[in-house]
């Protein structure tokens, strides 16, 4: 029923590929999120979901049907848009029930509904108001009453939060995912931020350039990203990379800068003096404190670039090879400028990509 | 004591801006007004060398006179008759241009250009449509096997045809008000409206028109002081006949004061016409603008 299928689907303007094979089965009752950076098609790829633009290529199923040529109010989807789109000429409980006056719902069942929807999302008071005598998550709050009175089996959501100052976001962040369990809603939700997608989502897709990077549940995203621009997209700050030498022999591993040689038994296949990428998440690398037994290969010293100091944890910068790295540390940790640490890491959450494709070695799906 | 002063230049300051503007309003708005107001209770005809004050005589004489009350009715026939139907036209159009996907600015251009014309030859070029026998509009009456008519020289057709002209020449100006407010509209409201499958007419009728209507507000105080305004065909066509059949308010006084030579008469009937133009305009601010939804 609310089970959404992408197969290979392809979006052209002009002779520009802006939408480059995608596909995706979302599942019923599934937080499905789009992610990836500005202009990737995002936007483009739920608007050809919701019927707003027209397929070039490829098929979409909902529930099993062929919908490439089902207009948008047969798809039984409803849709937050960006800026809300509410009508600014009606109060919020005209612009709620718009949908149902424009089916011809019973009105007693409106009213029921718009009781219900009002009470769930906080807006009871606010019915007999126009859009401009709300505030910004007010307004948010009844573009989410729109879409859920309408009952539709299937949401989907451009960016929606992109207008809220960062604690509102976050706390509009906790409420959609909290209705859209309650409900049982297939959600398909776009975003830029990529806090937003691991916070929010079951499963996640990265797109780039219209093609897909990676989907995938996003704890796997994060520790297995399939190649060196998911790895860098993700997290806050993102994983530190550098080019780096593969080593192969009977002490296999890589070597970096010319200097370090860090032992990795794990990858076979890679020839020797291949070229890799090192990558490690800022929260791998931990200070090596004195009288702590660690093995030297997993330990280097770093010359201290940059602190952060940001209350609950820290974030110091150095350099490795010719690229800037970022540690995160919990605490406060009142490092000066030009003092030499020590920094070890765990050898299983070093990631290792190819030095030309930027695939990740270790992740052989996709 | 320091702090009024500091006021005062404040003051003066904005004083010094607001001059300019003050100085083209008081000499060329204000003062003519004052100056007809005061006139219009005067008797200045050429029978009388200097003008001298006669109360109300001139009002008085107006309301007796029964071609002001002809002109008046035609006048507000031919608002009636203009008004809204260009406003409407405008809007059809602009609904139409901002849709139609190719040759967009060619419609835009084709509906806009009698706009661009000027009064007087649009006169000449419908003068020449309306004549009777060798007329554009004559031929193609004859093709449908009409007789002949004659427009302009006839009580009954000669407003219609008028009113006809007026429309045709106004719409597109009108239009392009309609289409910058289309434009205001974001494209997010109906692709909102789409998803919930409502109709085309649904779209106009709760969305669209709505959203238009401060436009609509302020291109119909537009076409109804034109309606008092657009005199200048009057000239070349009819001179106001026949028999005052197409005479307009703005051309009666037009004929007072410089046909006539009757001054004190004409500023009477200004009088009346300016504050005829201002209740409505009123009427239609205070009375209309609440249930405008403004951005
Ligand atoms: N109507 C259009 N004509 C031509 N190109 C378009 C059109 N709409 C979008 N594009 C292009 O398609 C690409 C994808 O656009 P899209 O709006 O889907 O990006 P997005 O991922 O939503 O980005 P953002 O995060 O900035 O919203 C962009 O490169 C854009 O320039
Ligand atoms: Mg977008």
New interface residues.
């Given amino acids: 029923m609310a089970e959404v299928e992408l197969r290979r689907i392809s979006k052209m303007y002009g002779g520009q590929k802006v939408v480059n094979e995608v596909s995706a089965r979302i599942l019923p009752g599934e937080f499905f999120v789009l992610v990836g950076p500005s202009g990737c098609g995002k936007s483009t790829t739920l608007r050809m979901i919701a019927g707003l633009e027209e397929i070039s290529t490829g098929e979409l199923l909902i529930g099993g049907k062929p919908m490439n040529q089902v207009p948008p109010s047969g798809r039984n989807i409803s849709m937050v848009f960006q800026n809300y789109a509410l009508y600014p000429h009606l109060t919020v409980k005209d612009n709620i029930l718009f949908g149902l006056q424009v089916r011809k719902v019973d009105k007693a069942e409106q009213g029921k509904r718009l009781e219900r929807v009002a009470e769930m999302l906080g807006i009871a008071h606010l019915l007999q108001r126009k859009p401009k005598e709300l505030s910004g998550g007010q307004r948010q709050r009844v573009a989410l009453g729109r879409a859920i009175v309408s009952q539709h089996p299937i949401c989907l959501m451009d960016e929606p939060l992109s207008n809220l100052d960062a604690k509102l976001r976050g706390h509009m962040r906790t409420e959609i995912r909290r209705l859209q369990q309650e409900l049982g809603i297939t959600m398909i939700y776009v975003t830029h931020d990529q806090v937003e997608a691991m916070t929010m989502a079951d499963r996640m897709m990265v797109l780039r350039d219209g093609e897909v990077q990676q989907v995938g549940k996003p704890l796997d995203v994060y520790n297995h990203p399939a190649n060196l621009f998911v790895a860098e997209f993700t997290g806050a700050p993102p994983m530190n990379t550098v080019p780096a030498i593969w080593r192969a022999g009977d002490q296999a591993g890589i070597e970096v800068a010319g200097q370090h040689f860090l032992p990795l038994p794990m990858f076979h296949g890679s020839k020797d003096q291949t070229p890799v990428v090192l990558g490690l998440r800022p929260e791998s690398l931990q200070p090596a404190l004195e009288g702590q037994s660690v093995d030297a290969s997993c330990q280097f010293p770093v010359t201290v670039q940059g602190v952060e100091i940001l209350g609950s944890e820290t974030i110091v910068e150095f350099t490795v090879g010719d690229k800037l790295w970022k540690a995160k540390w919990n605490g406060q940790w009142h490092c000066k400028r030009g003092e030499t640490m020590h920094v070890h890491f765990d050898p299983a959450q070093v990631n290792v990509f190819d030095g030309e494709t930027g695939k990740n070695l270790a992740v052989t799906t996709n | 004591m320091g702090e009024l002063r500091a006021k005062w230049k404040v003051n003066m300051y904005a004083w010094l801006l607001l001059l300019p503007s003050l100085i083209f309003l008081l000499l060329f708005t204000f003062y003519p007004v004052i100056q007809t107001f005061i006139l219009s209770f005067h008797q200045a005809d050429l029978g009388s060398p200097e003008p001298f004050f006669n109360g109300i005589d001139n009002y008085k004489q107006m309301v007796e006179d029964e071609v002001f009350w002809k002109v008046l009715t035609n006048n507000i026939w031919f608002a009636i008759g203009t008004v809204p139907t260009s406003v409407a036209l405008a809007l059809g159009m602009a609904l139409f241009a901002n849709k139609a996907l190719r040759g967009k600015s060619f419609i835009r251009t084709a509906y806009f250009y009698p706009t661009v014309v000027p009064m007087i030859a649009v006169a000449n070029i419908w003068l020449f449509i309306y004549t009777p026998e060798y007329g554009a509009l004559s031929h193609v009456m004859e093709w449908f096997g009409k007789g002949d008519m004659n427009w302009l020289g006839d009580q009954k057709n000669v407003m219609w045809a008028m009113i006809f002209m007026v429309i045709w020449k106004e719409a597109g100006y009108f239009m392009i008000f309609y289409l910058a407010g289309l434009q205001n509209i ?1 494209q ?2 109906y ?8 109709s085309s007419w ?1 779209v106009f009728r ?2 669209t028109f ?2 238009l209507m401060p436009t609509t507000m302020f291109v119909s105080i537009i076409a109804f002081t034109n309606s008092f305004k657009l005199v200048d065909h009057l000239v070349i066509m009819t001179k106001g006949g026949p028999d005052n059949a197409s005479n307009l308010l703005l051309y009666y006084i037009y004929e007072t004061a410089f046909s006539f030579w009757d001054q004190g008469m004409a500023s009477a009937l200004t009088i009346v016409m300016v504050v005829l133009l201002l209740l409505v305009a009123a009427f239609q601010f205070f009375g209309m603008d609440k249930k405008i ?1 403004y ?1």
């Fill in positions: 974001s997010e409201l692709e909102s409206a789409s998803m919930e499958g409502a649904t709760r969305i709505p959203l939804h951005n």
